[in-house]
Nanobody, 114 residues
Framework: EVQLVESGGGLVQPGGSLKLSCAASGFTFSKYGMSWVRQGPGKGLEWVSSISNRGTLPTYADDVKGRFTISRDNAKNTLYLQMNNLKPEDTAVYYC???????RGQGTQVTVSS
């Protein structure tokens, strides 16, 4: 059974940082490109970032470029998202995702507010 379990969300002030983690199991993690997507209050699902199966070729949505960094540790079957200089508009539930197979975790809430 495929499982994606996100953690690391929370409440942070504007300008602050958080690092999200996603523990993967039930499939060969190192064979799949992975992504982070998010859903803000009253909004649809939005792609945030992706990374290839080998941890290369990171890509980012324009509004997070330069602030977020995606990475992975295939030995630990874990995907990460380092988020710096957070803004109120980053408030959302963040999901770890394998988009081709439509796998997604339960999400972790990130709230950016003073």
């Amino acid at each position: 059974e495929v499982q994606l379990v996100e953690s690391g969300g929370g409440l942070v002030q504007p300008g602050g940082s958080l690092k999200l983690s996603c523990a993967a199991s039930g499939f060969t993690f190192s064979k799949y490109g992975m992504s982070w997507v998010r859903q803000g209050p009253g909004k649809g699902l939005e792609w945030v970032s992706s990374i290839s199966n080998r941890g290369t070729l990171p890509t980012y949505a324009d509004d997070v470029k330069g602030r977020f960094t995606i990475s992975r540790d295939n030995a630990k079957n874990t995907l990460y998202l380092q988020m710096n200089n957070l803004k109120p508009e980053d408030t959302a539930v963040y999901y770890c995702s394998q988009r081709v197979n439509n796998w997604r975790g339960q999400g972790t809430q990130v709230t950016v507010s003073s």
